[in-house]
Every structure is written in C-alpha cells, then in structure tokens.
C-alpha cells in the first residue's frame, strides 16, 4: 500500500530535549516536506526536499532541522524544543512539488506538545 | 510575496444543499491548482485538480479564473460526510513548494 509513515504518532516532551520525528515514503518520490498546522494559521512549510542531499527552508524554518540521506526517509529534528513548537506536524511527497498531476500525499500527522 | 486567501466559514448547510467556496492567489503567474480536504485532526487529501478549463468530479465542480485570480469549487447536493476543510492550494512557480490558504470548514446538517 501506498503510504507516508509518520512517528511518533504522538510525543509530549519537556523544553530542550532533542527529539526526532521520522517520515518514510514507499513510493520512490523524490520531493518531501515537512509541515506545522496551527489553529488560526493553517499549514506551514518547514522545510522541504526536491531530492536526496538537496533541503531547503519553508516558510518557518527556525528550531528545525532535516536531513535526506536517503529517498525514502526525512526526518525532522528539534534540537531544543521550545514550547512555540507544539503544534500538529505533517510529512508529505510526491513526484515533484508543482505539476499539477502530482499528488502530494500525507503521513497521519504527529501532535507534539512542548512542556 | 505568495498568498492563497480564504473564507474560514464555517459554512453551515444543510443536507442536499449546494455551496460554493472561493480561493484568491496573489500571482498571476501561478501554474497549478488543487483542492485538499482536510478531516477533523487528519491529514489533508487531495479531493481535485483544477484544470483551466474546469473540471467536474462527480458532485463536485472546480473553475479556475485567471484573470481575476481565483478558483471555486462548488458542491452539489451536499452529503453529511462532506463536512470537512477544504483547502486550497496553489502553485506559483515551476518546481517550487505549493502554498496552502488556511482552509474553508463546511459542516453539512441534517
């Protein structure tokens, strides 16, 4: 089955404690993002990859960190939460980012809260 | 600057109702379009495209308007499990990020 895996699914943790959040496609896609949605705000880029060792900043990319080593993998990393950084999270990809016969596909979301 | 503007509603309709939502884009220059639903703490899903010409996916009808930079959708015969947010979705650029508007919530009542 087609999918974007997500976990944890849900993570409450304290200010400063490195944690990681792990996003994996079975699709062979080559664009994955990361995204935050917040009540009010709707869904925000964090950050993006149009393809393995290639990341780019989204639109809120302070406090975060990726990686792409692989195709199939992009983790998100919070070197030191802070509590402006629970929020529900969302990994999505697809073939490419704009082509409109490219659907973007969602992992189940991970609701994170920051104490 | 890359904006994607929408009425947060809600939209309160009932059963067998038709309803339309609008979408504003702030680039002329933007490329593809979409429509994603988002349930209550899901993940959004792609309901359609939006073809310049329109298209129509059973109950549900997408137009795009260029010149004055703004797509519709519009639902017909409105079912209880259309209640969601539906967002909408622009890409403004080639291969850039899309950019999502912050959703429209449409509860359908019996």
């Known amino acids: 089955e087609a999918q974007v895996t997500q976990n944890p699914r849900y993570l409450i943790t304290v200010t400063g404690k490195k944690l990681t959040v792990t996003c994996s496609q079975n699709m062979n896609h080559e664009y994955m993002s990361w995204y935050r949605q917040d009540p009010g705000l709707g869904l925000r880029q964090i950050y993006y990859?149009?393809?393995?060792?290639?990341?780019d900043k989204g639109d809120v990319p302070e406090g975060y960190k990726v990686s792409r080593k692989e195709k199939r993998n992009f983790p998100l990393i919070l070197e030191s939460p802070s509590p402006n950084q629970t929020s529900l999270y969302f990994c999505?990809?697809?073939?490419?980012?704009?082509?409109?016969?490219?659907?973007?596909?969602f992992g189940p979301g991970t609701r994170l809260t920051v104490l | 600057r890359k904006e994607v503007e929408q009425d947060p509603g809600p939209f309160n309709v009932p059963e067998g109702a038709t309803v339309a939502f609008n979408c504003t884009y702030s680039?002329?220059?933007?490329?593809?379009f979409f429509w994603y639903r988002q349930d209550c703490r899901k993940e959004p899903k792609l309901l359609m495209s939006v073809y310049s010409s329109g298209n129509e996916d059973g109950r549900f009808t997408a137009q795009l308007n260029r010149a004055s930079q703004y797509i519709s959708l519009l639902i017909r015969d409105s079912k209880l499990s259309d209640s969601a947010t539906y967002l909408c979705v622009v890409n403004f650029a080639g291969n850039t990020p899309l950019v999502f508007g912050k959703g429209t919530r449409l509860s359908v009542i019996a």
């Open positions: 999505a990809s697809s073939h490419s980012s704009g082509n409109y016969k490219d659907t973007q596909y």
């Open positions: 680039n002329s220059a933007s490329q593809s």
């Open positions: 990859s149009m393809n393995v060792e290639v990341t």
